[in-house]
């Protein structure tokens, strides 16, 4: 019960009271007789002129004069004099006003049986009004006032027995006196009731009753009740949904200035419910709401600045409504004005500020705020970072179904991130967030499927959810799709399905998507093969830093493959892929320096990148590098590095580095003289064609040089080495008289 609804109801509640029928005789017949009376000092006419000056009956409205003929007639004991005094004294109507004065009358009043007074010190005690605040008092006064059939004073008890104030809590028993005072036809009693419907308190549930209830008080012209009921109508509970009945009883609530009603006609507005879309509109109610202080009002007219709508953007407007609000703990107000923090809209960017009143907001419940906590937890924005913060935010937003707090919830299960790694976990989280399609979400979970995480590997499940991820625009989860497509794996292979989700991840700016789309056009995949189409998507990704595109876009460059051959710009993408530690940018570079294509030749780098190129495992790069020690060419001759490098290289198949290791082994150079180990190599490099390891075989099987003699095994190798052209090998079977 507001300070509003008290005054209301402290004057006579009656619809028509005897005064009211004395004041239409005074209007009828004039004021001579009652007047005559009064100034003889008849008590009760110096009332019903007293009530006459208050209501302007049969002469002009004037409080002060109403406060003379009441203070005479209250000092010869007038009850109602004594409380119409007291309710001018509660006031200041026509006298100053005086909250203890106003108490001293109703007082009096009481004690002479007046049952409007006696409800009057109810609201005395209830309200703390000029007496110190008394809830057993208060219902005291109003049971006594209760027991006489007054209405306002049924429904104040009434009141008091729902909340629990002055008598023991029973929502049963306040609907009892609800309803004695709705019988009574008392508006705010049948709002109340409406209330109790809506709520089941003290009654089964029951809308359809609540519309009820809230109906009859709304014709009435209670304006909660009119509000309640636009509510109603809004929503569609206890009753059809009907915008244009909502918005009819928005503004009758609203012509009372109800400020909800305000707002909720700007919703209307805003939203195009039940009128025309109009967000100018919107913000003439959301301000006439905002002015009366209400939070939601306030709260909506700074988004409207915020956005533009209805008004012209101003941030600094936007956050000067936004914390009036918030000022007054609206949630959504404060997590707003948090927001305007954390970006720096029209305040000074101030993460703290931002994290404290995200804090408030959060501590209310508002699901955003706390996803918002949690997510400065995590970075350390504003708040010291902590992981084991960030969760209980998460998770505190996730359980009210918040998505992304789910899919975050989720990832720190995955990371072992502020809980204990629990893969079962993330995949529960990221599955709720899943089943309303938030797209990172629909991906990790594709990929545990993928990687069998929590989860049993699933590869037809993992394509699944890539593709409802990839749906909503998710760039890896296109990319992983396309992927998928190109292996077969989860779906039918289609390098034309691949190449449409790769399209659509690179033109989001997904690298390895921009990568495997100039592949496909290198090679022709799934495309007609175009060279220009590769250098373009090779760009961009190369643009991006990605070091294997960075080389490849060299080596396009290089050959003049759907580009302009241009050996600057190959060097140049060269060196961009070998500083970020490529090694085929590394080794490609180097043999720029080797012959200084695009570069000045300088065999002192060239050393230097095969080295870096070597080291990161390029096996042609190693085979070099051992060459160089093997020669003492740039590098110092040291021919235990060089068969150091010739074996690395060697291992990797590189079959010159086989040769110069077989040789090594077959002369004993940096290693022990080893003719089997000779034999072993040679053959690996004979094998894969290398014609110089054929001929120094055919050699060893001639002489029986690490293996068993054989003039047969030695006329194969001489003649595989020779159809090469290998002079020395077409000499030893003419030799041999094979030619």
């Known amino acids: 019960m507001s300070d509003r609804e008290q005054k209301d109801f402290e004057e006579d509640d009656r619809e028509v009271t005897e005064t009211d029928v004395f004041a239409a005789e005074l209007i009828l017949n004039g004021t001579d007789r009652i007047r005559k009376m009064a100034e003889a000092g008849d008590a009760q006419a110096q009332d019903k002129l007293g009530d006459c000056y208050k209501r302007g009956y049969g002469v002009k409205q004037d409080w002060t004069k109403a406060v003379e003929w009441y203070k005479k007639s209250a000092a010869q004991g007038n009850a109602a004099a004594q409380r119409s005094l007291g309710y001018c004294y509660d006031y200041g109507e026509g006298i100053e006003q005086d909250k203890e004065k106003a108490f001293y009358w109703y007082e009096k009043a009481a004690e002479g049986g007046d049952v409007d007074a006696v409800r009057n010190l109810g609201n005395c005690y209830y309200f703390a009004q000029g007496v110190e605040q008394d809830f057993d008092k208060a219902a005291y006064w109003y049971e006594k006032a209760a027991k006489e059939g007054h209405p306002d004073a049924e429904n104040s008890l009434g009141f008091c027995y729902q909340q629990g104030r002055g008598v023991p809590q029973d929502s049963v028993k306040a609907v009892e006196w609800y309803r004695k005072a709705a019988d009574h036809g008392d508006a705010v009693a049948l709002y109340n009731l409406g209330l109790c419907y809506s709520g ?12 009820e209830y809230f109906r009859k008080a709304a014709i009435k012209g209670w304006d909660n ?12 509970e206890g009753i059809e949904q009907d915008y244009d009945q909502a918005i009819y009883w928005y503004k009758e609530a609203a012509k009372q200035n109800h400020s909800k009603a305000q707002n909720a006609i700007g919703n209307c507005y805003a939203d195009g419910m039940g009128v025309q879309q109009d967000f100018v509109k919107a913000v003439e109610w959301y301000r006439k709401a905002a002015n009366q202080g209400d939070a939601d009002g306030q709260s909506n007219l700074g988004l409207c600045y915020h956005e533009g709508h209805g008004v012209e953007q101003d941030y600094n407007k936007a956050v000067e409504w936004i914390r009036k609000a918030a000022l007054q703990e609206d949630a959504n107000a404060q997590y707003n004005l948090g927001y305007h923090y954390e970006k720096g809209l029209g305040v000074e960017q101030d993460d703290a500020k931002a994290a404290a009143w995200y804090l408030k907001a959060g501590m209310q419940g508002h699901c955003l705020a706390q996803y918002s906590l949690g997510f400065a937890c995590e970075h350390g924005q504003g708040v010291k970072k902590s992981f084991a913060k960030a969760a209980e935010w998460y998770l505190k937003a996730a359980q009210q179904g918040d998505t992304d707090s789910q899919y975050s919830l989720g990832w720190c299960y995955e990371m072992g991130k502020g809980v204990e790694q629990d893969y079962a976990q993330a995949a529960e989280w990221f599955r709720k967030a899943a089943e309303k399609e938030q797209k990172d979400a629909l991906y990790h979970l594709g990929k545990f499927y993928e990687n069998g995480q929590g989860v049993d590997k699933d590869y037809d499940k993992t394509a699944e959810y890539f593709e409802r991820a990839a749906l909503q625009g998710h760039a890896a ?5 396309g992927y998928y497509y190109e292996a077969g794996r989860g779906v039918e292979q289609s390098y034309e399905k691949a190449m449409e989700w790769y399209l659509k991840a690179a033109e989001q700016g997904e690298v390895d998507a921009q990568y495997n789309l100039a592949v496909f056009y290198k090679n022709g995949t799934g495309v007609k093969q175009d060279f220009r189409m590769a250098a373009m998507w090779y760009g961009k990704a190369a643009e991006q830093e990605d070091d294997q595109a960075q080389y490849m876009l060299g080596l396009l460059y290089e050959r003049g493959l759907g580009v302009e051959q241009d050996d600057e710009k ?13 090694a085929n940018g590394q080794y490609n570079l180097g043999r720029c320096y080797s012959v200084g294509m695009g570069t000045d030749q300088d065999s002192g780098q060239m050393a230097a990148w095969y080295l870096k190129a070597a080291e990161n495992g390029h096996a042609d790069a190693q085979n070099l590098i051992g ?40 002369y004993g150079l940096g290693v022990e003289k080893d003719e089997k180990q000779a034999v072993k190599w040679y053959t690996k490099a004979a094998e ?17 040089f690490g293996v068993r003699q054989s003039a047969n095994k030695a006329v194969s190798w001489y003649s595989k080495a020779a159809a090469q052209g290998h002079e020395k090998a077409q000499a030893a079977l003419m030799r041999l008289g094979c030619q």
């Open 627 to 666: 060459r160089c020690y093997f020669r003492g060419e740039v590098l110092e001759k040291d021919g235990t590095k060089a068969a150091e490098w010739f074996l690395k290289s060697a291992k990797q198949g590189n079959t010159e580095a086989q040769t110069n290791l077989g040789l090594c082994y077959a």
């Open 570 to 582: 190959a060097a140049e993408w060269y060196r961009k892929s070998a500083e970020q530690g490529n």
């Open 688 to 704: 894969q064609g290398d014609m110089a390891a054929q001929f120094n075989l055919g050699v060893f099987c001639e002489m029986g």
């Open 225 to 236: 009740a009119q509000y309640n009921l636009g509510v109603c109508y809004e929503i569609g």
């Open 200 to 211: 089941g308190k003290g009654v089964e549930q029951s809308y359809e009753k609540s519309v």
């Open 477 to 481: 989860a296109q990319f992983s799709l």
